[in-house]
């Protein structure tokens, strides 16, 4: 299995960018797929996930900011992050697994992570 992540990079604060996580070697279609992060010296966090049917859930930080979306059909989810702030600035790795919605999430797969920077 591999989730390979990709479009991290530095942006202003106020900016926007879009993470890509392309996934191989599961039945991408029965997994809810997450996007975490981890700041330095922070513990990492769930920003998003979405179920299999397209539910979503967000952090109250991003909510409203980020966006995340799947392609069943090209195994791909996304993040689309807008409004960005320097408190975004983080390791973000996407995450396949189950997403219960009282509990821990359940992380079956991680990606290798991909840097974001927002600078002030």
């Known amino acids: 299995v591999q989730l390979v992540e990709s479009g991290g990079g530095l942006v202003q604060a106020g900016g926007s960018l879009r993470l890509s996580c392309a996934a191989s070697?599961?039945?991408?279609?029965?997994?809810?797929m997450g996007w975490h992060r981890q700041a330095p010296g922070k513990e990492r966090e769930l920003v998003a996930h979405?179920?299999?049917?397209?539910?979503?859930y967000y952090t109250d930080s991003v909510k409203g900011r980020f966006t995340i979306s799947r392609d069943n059909a090209k195994n791909t989810v996304y993040l689309q992050m807008s409004s960005l702030k320097p408190d975004d600035t983080a390791v973000y790795y996407c995450?396949?697994?189950?997403?219960?919605?009282?509990?821990?999430?359940?992380?079956?797969?991680w990606g290798q992570g991909t840097q974001v920077t927002v600078s002030s």
């Open positions: 979405i179920s299999s049917g397209g539910r979503t």
């Open positions: 070697g599961l039945t991408f279609g029965i997994f809810a």
């Open positions: 995450a396949a697994g189950t997403y219960p919605l009282t509990t821990a999430p359940l992380v079956a797969y």
